[in-house]
């Protein structure tokens, strides 16, 4: 059902669950979805590399969208890229449809391997959740 799907978006120990690519490892010290709202994620890769980020929450209407705006830091805290990310939940006989749409607001040249990978990272994050999922039905 699309609430579990929708909590797993908003609920830090759920998200921490499935958020990153596989391999990776994530530690959410912030999740605070609400309009104006502030998300604190760090991503750990296999390597050890951590890829820090920061959010802020721009719509939340339970359990159909999500929108937020998202940035990849530098180690420094300095940001990256931005991202424009939209997520709709939509009930479809009794199955969630989950759509994502990711739009690169700005980014600085040493984003981009960031842009270069962000596809394929999505693909195994969502596939991720969906693991998440089908295991607590």
């Known amino acids: 059902p699309r609430e579990l799907v929708f909590k797993a ?15 990776f490892t994530t530690t959410i ?3 605070d979805a ?29 359990p159909e969208r999500l929108v937020l705006t998202t940035f990849a830091l530098d180690q420094n805290g300095n940001e990256l890229l931005e991202n424009l990310n939209t997520v709709t939940f939509e009930d479809v006989k009794g199955k969630t449809k ?13 984003a981009a391997p960031y842009i270069a990978g962000m596809q394929e990272g999505w693909n195994q994050t969502i596939d991720r959740l969906q693991e998440l999922v089908e295991s607590a039905r």
Do not use: C, N
């Open 9 to 23: 978006w908003t609920d830090p120990k759920q998200m921490a669950k499935w958020f990153g690519p596989r391999g």
């Open 29 to 31: 010290s912030q999740l």
């Open 98 to 110: 989950l759509t994502l749409h990711v739009q690169v607001i700005r980014s600085k040249p040493e």
């Open 34 to 62: 609400r309009p104006g709202g502030a998300s604190r994620i760090d991503m750990r890769g296999p390597d050890g590399t951590v890829y820090p980020g920061k959010g802020i929450f721009r719509e939340v209407v339970p």
